[in-house]
């Protein structure tokens, strides 16, 4: 609560309620009442259902999106293209980040290549990946691999690279050969930064299947949405979409701790 | 398993042959994807030559359609640039200004930031039809986001000195914004401005891609669905450039306010 008074002092007396009411449940309450809005707007007929649906109509979808829909096999397939995505560019991209780190020419022809491709914006290439691989799960495990890739290369180098060179030369005057020396002093030294690459791995993959999903209309929740929309089931397609929403960030959310709990342990 | 750092001085002077490594590499792909075109290994539609996407990229950017479909994409692109940004400026303010707002609001907008914006599509083609209002509403969405949380930590680093000068000169909330806020901004609003121009693009073009009867996204699918394949590719390559270029361009240019 003190913190929450600390307002005060940017503003003096402008505001003598709301410090008394901690932020997060200010912003639940301001949802709350952008909800009740939002549903008194459509009771009163000032908003089409058809455009926008009542909140209530959306809660009240949940349960055919569950039982007609398959909303929760859907979820499932989502997650487990998006882990399998993120899984093999770990599988690809700490070999070759641990190449960039240990051939110095290497890591300097080619850093900024891998930069420049983790910061293109490869998800317009989608209709040339659909002529590759058809609309198929294959497209969009490919494409969200390509997404998640960059990120694990460039925390492995940036890991490895930020090994204290005094731990390399308590492992060179021991006389470790260089496998031993990567194995029990470089690869245990850089696992936070190695950690912050899988966790991004594994939130660009979820982007990217999901997007890819709507876009070529296959797979789980993407594919969902993009049904509904077109059958034209609008309090539906809105309950996907929450979904969806709450989903990542739940998910953005979790990953974030856990890191943070590896980070300190 | 030789670490780079373990090979000692005299690697780290010898010489370097970054660049033509690079170019070596650029050439190697170049050519591997002519040999797998001419080889017959895969449907010649799928990989067209070098050769055809050359001809084809020489013939979009010689015709009036193409400049036609990309007028709209440049609109679009521009208009959602200027809403999305200009909403995300103000909400920053409000968010990095006052504790208490930006600790109950920042973090729906740091969770929301990251989620991906094309499922949206769906309810902004509802709200706004399929003519170029939902392409700018995408854009718009998207690069809301990046501008927000920019400017929302830009706020807090305003020096508090200038802001208690601000307030024992008694100014009002709207000169506290233009005269100390807005100066001290500039950098962020140029990191909020390049990434939000990046994504924007994206968003106008998937949108496009998605579903409309213009534009450079368009034109892409329009081809896709003709399998005219070398023109589908260049046509991705202009909007591929596009997109990766101008984001470059606007990272060259709004360094300057930085400095």
């Not at chain 1, 910061?119 to 989608?126: D, E, G, Q, S």
């Not at chain 2, 001290?184 to 968003?203: D, F, M, N, Q």
């Amino acid at each position: 609560m003190s913190k929450a008074l600390s307002i005060s002092s940017g503003s003096p007396g402008s505001n003598a309620l709301a410090p008394k009411l901690p932020p997060g449940a200010a912003g639940l309450i301001t949802l709350a009442a952008l909800l009740a809005l939002w549903q008194a707007a459509d009771a009163l007929g000032l908003v089409s259902p058809l455009i926008a649906p009542a909140p209530s109509d959306i809660a009240a979808s949940f349960p055919a999106l569950i039982s007609d829909e398959g909303l929760l096999q859907r979820f499932v397939q989502t997650f487990f293209e998006a882990l399998i995505s993120a899984g093999l560019a770990v599988i690809v991209g700490t070999p070759i980040g641990w190449w960039l780190h240990a051939k110095r020419w290497a890591g300097r022809a080619y850093e900024t290549w891998v930069a420049s491709f983790a910061a293109a914006p490869l998800v317009l290439l989608y209709p040339l990946f659909l002529v590759f691989f058809g609309r198929n799960i294959g497209t969009i495990i490919v494409m969200s691999f390509l997404t998640a890739l960059p990120s694990v290369i460039l925390k492995t180098k940036e890991g490895l690279d930020s090994v204290r060179r005094v731990l390399i030369d308590v492992g060179r005057s021991l006389r470790m050969p260089p496998a031993k020396l990567f194995w029990k002093i470089m690869l245990p030294a850089s696992v936070p930064t190695l950690c912050t690459g899988v966790r991004l791995a594994l939130v660009y993959a979820l982007i990217s299947v999901v997007g890819i999903e709507f876009l070529i209309n296959f797979g789980g929740l993407g594919e969902l949405i993009d049904d509904l929309a077109e059958r034209w089931e609008i309090p539906m397609m809105y309950g996907a979409i929450s979904f969806v929403v709450l989903t990542s960030i739940c998910f953005f959310f979790l990953t974030e701790r856990i890191e943070r709990w590896l980070m300190r342990g | 398993m030789v670490d780079a750092r373990l090979a000692g001085p005299a690697a780290a002077r010898s010489w370097s042959p970054v660049l033509p490594l690079r170019v070596a590499t650029m050439l190697a792909l170049l050519v591997i994807w002519e040999a797998v075109a001419r080889s017959g290994l895969v449907f010649e539609g799928v990989v067209p030559s070098l050769v055809a996407i050359g001809g084809a990229l020489a013939d979009l950017l010689t015709s009036a359609n193409f400049y036609w479909n990309l007028e709209l994409t440049a609109i679009e692109v521009a208009v959602s640039l200027a809403l999305g940004a200009s909403a995300g400026i103000v909400v920053g303010l409000v968010l990095g200004a006052r504790p208490f707002a930006g600790k109950a609001f920042e973090p729906y907008v740091h969770y929301l930031a990251p989620t991906p914006k094309i499922v949206f599509l769906p309810i902004l083609l509802v709200l706004f039809g399929v003519g170029p209002g939902s392409k700018i509403a995408m854009g718009a969405l998207s690069c809301f986001f990046p501008m927000v949380l920019s400017v929302a930590s830009g706020v807090r680093q305003v020096d508090p000195v200038l802001l208690r000068v601000g307030r024992s000169f008694n100014l009002s909330i709207l000169q506290t914004v233009r005269k100390i806020y807005l100066p001290a901004l500039v950098a962020p609003i140029a990191t909020g401005l390049r990434l939000g121009s990046g994504v924007a693009i994206i968003g106008c073009l998937l949108a496009e891609i998605k579903m409309s009867n213009r534009g450079l996204g368009f034109l892409v699918m329009q081809y896709y669905s003709q399998f005219r394949i070398p023109y589908m590719y260049a046509a991705l390559l202009v909007a591929f450039i596009i997109a990766a270029g101008g984001n470059a361009v606007i990272a060259r240019y709004l360094r300057l306010p930085g400095k």
